[in-house]
């Protein structure tokens, strides 16, 4: 399978998305908060923050897994991106192992499909063009080896975020084309 048939960009709504697993921008806690995080425990239902609260927790850049309860999902897989602070406190790493620690995780547990949203892009202030360009990196990167997954989207919900997903996914493609 072609690269370009696996990995694309949408505008949507994550919780709607009828795929093996959603990846949810958390925070530390794993008990909720606002944006995709709050979409998603609203979608899913109480039971889902139930399961949650076992967890403990969850570091930055690392990432936890849970089922979907009322979600098309079967599973959240539940990150935290870094907060935005300038760009000089390893923020580029962090998001970059965020995404690797979700499609691994995916993997343990032979997901073939997952949509990811912009991890950081919201309350965390990370720069939108900058996070769009890691995240289809690493993304690319990684299915450069044998994968049980078989489909990733990426789930914009704006326009910034789609043109800048967008236009990062083109690049990266037509690059790998062009030195084939
Ligand atoms: N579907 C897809 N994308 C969405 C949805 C949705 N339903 N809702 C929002 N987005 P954010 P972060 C987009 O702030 O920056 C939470 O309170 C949104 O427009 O949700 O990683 C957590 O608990 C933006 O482009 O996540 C943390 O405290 C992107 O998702 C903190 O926010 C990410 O925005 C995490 O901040």
């Known amino acids: 399978m072609e690269i370009s048939d696996i990995i694309s960009v949408s505008m949507g709504d994550i919780v709607e998305q009828?795929?093996?697993?959603?990846?949810?921008?958390?925070?530390?806690?794993?008990?909720g908060g606002g944006g995709v995080d709050g979409a998603i425990h609203d979608a899913a239902g109480p039971e889902l923050l139930e399961e949650c609260r076992?967890?403990?927790?969850c570091p930055t850049g690392e990432a936890r897994i849970t089922k979907g309860?009322?979600?098309?999902?079967?599973w959240v897989i539940h990150t935290v991106g870094p907060v935005w602070n300038g760009g000089n406190s390893m923020e580029d790493q962090i998001l970059i192992s965020a995404y690797s620690n979700c499609l691994f995780l995916a993997e343990k547990h032979d997901?073939?499909?997952?949509?990811?949203?912009?991890?950081?892009?919201?309350a965390y202030g990370f720069p939108v063009d900058r996070a769009s360009v890691l995240a289809v990196r690493t993304i690319l990167e990684h299915m450069n080896r044998p994968s049980?997954?078989?489909?990733?989207?990426l789930i914009c919900f704006n326009d910034e975020a789609y043109k800048s997903y967008s236009y990062a996914l083109k690049a990266f493609v037509s690059e790998i084309y062009s030195t084939k």
């Open 18 to 31: 009828e795929v093996d697993a959603i990846v949810n921008a958390a925070n530390n806690s794993l008990l």
């Open 54 to 57: 076992k967890l403990g927790g």
């Open 69 to 74: 309860y009322l979600l098309p999902a079967k």
């Open 111 to 122: 997901i073939r499909s997952i949509a990811f949203p912009g991890i950081s892009i919201g």
């Open 148 to 153: 049980s997954l078989e489909e990733i989207r």
